[in-house]
């Protein structure tokens, strides 16, 4: 079989698919920090999104979803920071592709720092200021912009899901703007 015959079309699994490969594999997922930075690139403002989890739960949480297959990284995080803050947010992606920190999501809670009990899922997480207007999108409820001191408080950071008020520590902390 040479290249040219081999069947290239590539983008979403099916629900069963997805739930086949999500037993099988581990998921690579994209997940972006919006925030607000001054004219000297200090954090004035940390983005987090409210949604309802497929629980029930309401809780709050940054940008994150898959990447497709044969989309590079720089395209998943545009697709997700639009699809999750629209279009006119104005997100100035990273000049490189090296993320702050990689979580590893595991299905069983406990075992790691962050928790998905869909799945093992790898996010490549990236601090990504936004300066254009944000709203919430999708499935969504609202958009809170907070300041570092509010977003690190324990009464916020327990409104996060799935390790998320981790990862917003982590992304204080590699900007060195961790309160």
């Known amino acids: 079989m040479t290249n040219d015959t081999l069947d290239t079309a590539h983008g979403w699994?099916?629900?069963?698919?997805?739930?086949?490969?999500?037993?099988?594999?581990?998921?690579v997922y994209v997940e972006a920090v919006p925030v607000r930075v001054d004219h000297l690139g200090r954090i004035t403002k940390v983005g987090l999104l409210l949604r309802a989890q497929a629980d029930g739960r309401v809780s709050r949480a940054v940008v994150s979803g898959r990447v497709l297959?044969?989309?590079?990284?720089?395209?998943?995080?545009?697709?997700?920071?639009?699809?999750?803050?629209?279009?006119?947010?104005?997100?100035?992606?990273?000049?490189?592709?090296?993320?702050?920190?990689?979580?590893e999501y595991f299905p069983e809670a406990g075992r790691g720092a962050f928790h998905d009990p869909r799945q093992h899922a790898v996010a490549l997480g990236y601090l990504v200021p936004?300066?254009?207007?944000?709203?919430?999108?999708?499935?969504?409820?609202?958009?809170?912009?907070?300041?570092?001191?509010?977003?690190?408080?324990?009464?916020?950071?327990?409104?996060?899901?799935?390790?998320?008020?981790?990862?917003?520590?982590?992304?204080?902390?590699?900007?060195?703007?961790?309160?």
């Open 13 to 27: 699994l099916t629900a069963d698919e997805l739930e086949v490969v999500r037993d099988q594999v581990p998921m």
């Open 130 to 179: 936004c300066d254009g207007e944000c709203a919430p999108s999708q499935e969504s409820l609202d958009l809170a912009w907070l300041s570092p001191q509010e977003v690190v408080d324990p009464s916020i950071a327990d409104e996060m899901s799935s390790g998320h008020g981790r990862l917003v520590r982590r992304a204080l902390a590699f900007a060195g703007q961790l309160p």
């Open 69 to 103: 297959f044969g989309e590079t990284l720089r395209d998943a995080l545009w697709r997700h920071l639009n699809k999750d803050l629209g279009p006119d947010a104005d997100p100035k992606l990273p000049a490189a592709a090296a993320p702050f920190t990689v979580a």
